[in-house]
């Protein structure tokens, strides 16, 4: 809301700079977005200049107020010059008086409206008048709670110059002198009003109606719009000619050889109005006002100031009676306001004097009670339904900086932390330990990147995506963290180590938690003292073991059949018999889709962290007794088929061996000259110890001959 | 006294031999010819003592035994730098680089996050994670802002395609209540939904923090993700209030910054009542106004406020009972603001120059 100081001044008699006032009223719940200096609205003589208020030289500060979707009340000078008056203690003073206005009907009206409620002016008591030219017919009192129209006989031309610097400096083009006067009250007041050309209606008739089926309306933008049987319509005796609150037709457009028109001033159900300006795309300073919530109390008034100000600018005429329907009367609400909770809930107690003061300024009617006040609350005050409200204005108005500092009693134990928090610092610290950096990367991907991860119909689609880039959620961490290296790589970085802790989301798995690597590069660092080692799949399958080892499970590799990585070069993770994740080297056709050179090897893993912490549930940590005995180690090699694959011969070793076998790893594996085409020598150290004595060599020897047999049986392994 | 004579050309003999003694072996050599017990010249010199008339014995004394002082710090300094000269077997030119242990960065969002969980912790808070994918129940509805409230503008929702099911929270996650399980319709906007789940489960009192990240329909720009993560906090039980929220942000946030104002400022949430926007003084201008903070001397850092009676009725507690406040902070927000990064993508970006600038 932007607000020239000299307008603000005409209805408060504020002092300060504008950068004090924006001071101050920062904290009374109005954020300023920023001040600007206009020239041409600097104060000057018009006939609505005020005396009293200094008249200053150079620009006029325009301070520009964020208003809280809240207070459409405050969409106006009137609105924030009574935050301001309340803020400094100073008189709301009424804008501009208006002259007389023609007579003023009272059929149809709600008995008492825009009486119980304070009006800006002071003579607001309705007139008798003649005949009205005018008819207004509300089919739909839901929607259109109150309609007040008038007829002028105008003139069209250019409001004068105070006016259209007004406009301008608060946001708003001039275009007609007309026009220009209703979008003077919707900033002064707040309230929202339209002129029709009265010739081109079909009548002097107003029907306020929901749309017909198919019906159309070419809107004042130039639009051609379809409306539906839900939009309210003002129209005529024939056709719709504006949507209701939120935009004006262009057949009745106030043009240059306008000579009449129908000015209208109504109150809209907000809900609807937002509806229909959502469904039109369409959002005006008209539909803004009115969806947040008018004030029904203001038609008459904001009528009668339009009215006024045609004539005072010269721009015609009244005629007849202004025409009030007000079928729907809507009360101003009553609320208990309890001085004990006001201590509840601030933590500090105001004096009642404090509490009138701010509300009383802000136009609530207080009257004593037993326990604090019965308040009316203003028609405006759309959020103001519930006590906690009140408090919330004399909280507002007091100062928050006024409020005591205290700290919320502890007064039960505190809760354990969620384990899954315990576990990602446990994840980021073996991680960053093998050299890894976490990287944060978005949820959704784009459906090509997603595809290669899951079947195409377990994706989960965004409904409203901003763009193709963000259409799905992502079915896995891996792409996000593959495309955040490939950024790393086209900015000369070699050596790259990523991972990644979040959700992923399938139609079949829902939401998941999973922890993703990747790797590029070199696995050993370069160094003078001899070359280092470029990554490879052992190096990947270590860290997947050392992730798991940190959740507290074994895991094991079997070979993988997944499309998106390297035959040869793949596998599944597997704890028990349940499978945890991949690990393998990305293919190049996938590498080179997330535009990562031909000639990297790209190594990745992906573990779900729900699978692997419910196989790790219940688990305690208990320690053995050291060994009390010493070990005995023995190598032994063979010759065995390529197809056999390692763990097949450490799981026959072990099956043999059992308990007395502490240790197992393969340290050579070899093929070429001295072993047979398409087979492979492979040597392994075995590790044995009893926990109650010391074995001797002849056990340890009738052992290693059972595994040999067992192998060469098995596996038609053949001892080097 | 031609004695002390003999002193000068000891001494002017000794220089000039140390100055051609290269190795270890002259140095041996010198040694053993001025200072050896047996045979060494000042050695000889301090036997002749008694043929010293008395009256200069002592002053030859103590020119001879500086000599001595002399020769021997000067041997001890010329060994030295003959070792120095000739490394020993194996020796190395330890100024060469060392050979790398890599060891990763966590990244600076994960950083403001577990020290904001820390923060917490210490002073209670059970710290707890919630499902990324909400229903409208949760994520509006039960915060006050029903269908068709204009607050729903406010936050631009990015809707699900299909219903899916939403992860599981905290450690009470297998046993969910069955009225919470919702097909998930949304990527929640704010982790404020999780203040629902959570009340529906528990009774007061409470205090819990919840991390994590949230969606909004934005487009990238300079200060704009369309992805982005928030904390949570909330705090239940009878007569808590706004003086109380006071004080909690005033501890964390000097916590958090260091020695920091803090203010309050009147603002709008539909799920908070009275609502505020909590500043801090602008560090990079102490306060007097500078391009940072928009001249205005302070920084929003937060959005804050007592849970509004409605939250409380949706949830079944009884706001007569009861009060609290509750509070949404953005973790990129205040890392831009700790580490002095002004373009948010940035953090997305995970380009490893920029991950790198941060302490192990």
């Known amino acids: 809301m932007k607000v020239p100081l000299s307008w603000l001044r005409e209805l408060v008699p504020v002092q300060e700079s504008a950068e004090a006032l924006a001071r101050t009223m920062s904290v009374r719940g109005f954020a300023v977005e920023g001040i600007e200096y206009d020239v041409e609205s600097s104060p000057h003589s018009t006939s609505n200049a005020r005396a009293g208020v200094p008249e200053t030289t150079g620009p006029d500060p325009v301070i520009d107020f964020e208003v809280t979707a809240n207070r459409p009340d405050c969409m106006s000078m009137i609105g924030i010059a009574r935050e301001v008056a309340v803020a400094y203690g100073l008189p709301l003073l009424p804008p501009g008086r208006p002259p007389a206005v023609p007579g003023l009907s009272t059929d149809d009206r709600g008995a008492g409206a825009g009486q119980a409620l304070q009006s800006v002016f002071s003579d607001g008591s309705p007139q008798a008048g003649p005949a009205t030219p005018l008819e207004i017919i509300i089919e739909d009192a839901d929607l259109c709670p109150r309609y007040v129209g008038a007829v002028a006989d105008v003139t069209i031309g250019s409001s004068p110059d105070w006016m259209q610097a007004r406009l301008r400096a608060a946001g708003i083009r001039p275009i007609s002198n007309i026009v220009d006067v209703t979008n003077y009250v919707l900033l002064e007041m707040g309230h929202p009003m339209h002129a029709f050309d009265l010739p081109k209606l079909a009548g002097a008739q107003i029907h306020v109606r929901t749309a017909r089926p198919d019906e159309m309306l070419k809107t004042l933008d130039g639009q051609s719009r379809a409306l539906s049987p839900e939009m309210l319509v003002i129209a005529d005796a024939e056709r719709a000619v504006a949507v209701a609150g939120v935009m004006g037709g262009a057949d009745s457009e106030v043009t240059s050889s306008t000579k009449a028109i129908v000015l209208e001033s109504a109150y809209f159900n907000p809900v609807s109005v937002r509806r229909t300006s959502k469904t039109l795309g369409l959002k005006t300073e008209a539909s803004m006002r009115f969806e947040r919530g008018a004030d029904p109390a203001l038609p008459v008034d904001a009528m009668r100031r339009a009215v006024a100000l045609i004539e005072l600018i010269g721009a015609g005429r009244g005629r007849g009676a202004v025409v009030d329907r007000y079928p729907k009367l809507i009360e101003p609400r009553m609320l208990r306001l309890r001085r004990s909770r006001i201590g509840a809930l601030l933590g500090a107690s105001v004096p009642d004097a404090d509490v009138l003061r701010i509300l009383g300024g802000l136009g609530f009617a207080l009257q004593d009670a037993d326990d604090g006040w019965e308040i009316t609350v203003p028609t405006r005050r759309v959020d103001t339904v519930r006590e906690v409200d009140l408090i919330e204005e004399v909280a507002r108005h007091y100062g928050f900086d006024r409020l005591p500092v205290t700290f919320p009693a502890l007064t039960s134990a505190p809760p354990p932390v969620d384990p899954t928090i315990v576990r990602a610092r446990q994840l980021r610290a073996v991680l960053t330990a093998a050299g890894f950096s976490e990287a944060v990367t978005f949820g959704f991907m784009s459906e090509p990147a997603a595809i290669p991860f899951v079947s195409t119909g377990d994706l989960v689609p965004i409904a409203n995506p901003l763009s193709e880039n963000f259409a799905v959620l992502r079915p896995s961490v891996l792409p996000g963290l593959i495309d955040a290296l490939a950024h790393n790589r086209r900015r000369e970085q070699r050596d790259i180590r990523l991972f990644e802790i979040g959700a992923r989301f399938t139609r079949s798995d829902g939401e998941r938690r999973a922890v993703a690597c990747a790797w590029t590069g070199m696995a050993a660092p370069e160094h003078w003292s001899g070359s280092g080692r470029l990554v490879d799949f052992f190096d990947i399958k270590s860290v997947v073991e050392r992730v798991c080892e940190a959740v507290g499970v074994q895991v094991r590799t079997e070979p993988s059949s997944q499309a998106w990585l390297t035959p040869g070069q793949r596998a599944d993770v597997l704890a028990n018999e349940a499978r945890v994740g991949v690990v393998g080297q990305l293919t190049t056709t996938l590498a080179d889709s997330h535009g990562l050179p031909s000639s990297d090897s790209v190594y990745v893993a992906e573990i779900d962290l729900e699978t692997l912490e419910q196989i790790a549930a219940g688990r305690v940590v208990r320690v053995t007794p050291l060994p009390r005995y010493p070990s005995v180690t023995r190598d032994i090699s063979v010759v065995i088929e390529n197809s056999v694959t390692a763990a097949e011969i450490r799981r026959t070793i072990q099956d043999i061996a059992r308990a007395l076998l502490v240790r197992i790893s393969e340290f050579d594996r070899y093929q070429g000259k001295g072993i047979p085409e398409g087979r492979v020598s492979l040597s392994l150290h075995l590790t044995f110890r009893s926990s109650d004595r010391t074995l001797t060599d002849e056990e340890v020897q009738a052992t290693m001959d059972l595994i040999i047999a067992a192998l060469k049986d098995r596996h038609r392994a053949v001892q080097r | ?360």
């Open chain 2, 1 to 360: 006294m031609s004695d002390l004579s003999v002193i000068e050309a000891l001494r002017a003999d000794f220089r000039a031999r140390l100055a051609t003694a290269g190795t270890d072996r002259d140095l041996k050599t010198l040694d053993d010819q001025f200072l050896s017990r047996r045979s060494g010249s000042v050695t000889a010199l301090l036997k002749q003592i008694a043929t010293v008339p008395a009256g200069e014995r002592r002053q030859f004394g103590q020119l001879v035994n500086a000599l001595k002082t002399e020769i021997e710090a000067a041997l001890e300094e010329r060994r030295a730098a003959v070792e120095a000269a000739h490394a020993p077997a194996g020796a190395m030119d330890v100024t060469l680089a060392s050979r790398e242990i890599p060891i990763g960065r966590i990244h600076p969002l994960m950083r403001v996050r577990q020290q904001v969980e820390d923060i917490f912790s210490h002073m209670g808070y059970e710290i707890l994670e919630g499902p990324e994918v909400e229903d409208d129940y949760h994520n509006f509805e039960a915060l006050n802002m029903p269908p068709d409230h204009p607050a729903r503008d406010m936050q631009d929702t990015l809707y699900l395609g299909v219903p899916i099911v939403g992860g599981t929270w905290g450690a009470h996650g297998g046993t969910l209540p069955a009225a919470q399980v919702r097909a998930a319709t949304l990527l929640r906007t704010h982790t404020s939904a999780m203040q629902i789940r959570y009340m529906k489960t528990f009774p007061p009192p409470i205090r819990i923090i919840v991390p994590g990240r949230v969606y909004r329909r934005d487009n990238l720009d300079l200060s704009h993700t369309p992805m982005f993560q928030q904390f949570e906090g909330l705090v239940v039980g009878h007569g808590v209030t706004l003086a109380d929220l006071k004080g909690t942000f005033e501890a964390m946030l000097r916590q958090l910054f260091g020695d920091v104002k803090v203010r309050l400022r009147p603002s709008f949430f539909p799920y908070t009542e009275p609502s505020a926007e909590v500043d801090i003084s602008c560090q990079s201008c102490a306060g007097s106004g500078c391009g940072t903070c928009k001249h205005t001397g302070w920084l929003e850092i937060l959005g804050s406020g007592m849970v509004h009676p409605a939250v409380f009725e949706a949830v079944g507690y009884d706001p007569e009972q009861v009060t609290g406040f509750a509070f949404g902070m953005g973790m990129e927000r205040v890392a831009m603001l700790k580490y002095g990064v002004d373009d948010i993508r940035l953090f997305y970006e995970n380009d490893l120059r920029f991950l790198e600038q941060f302490p192990l």
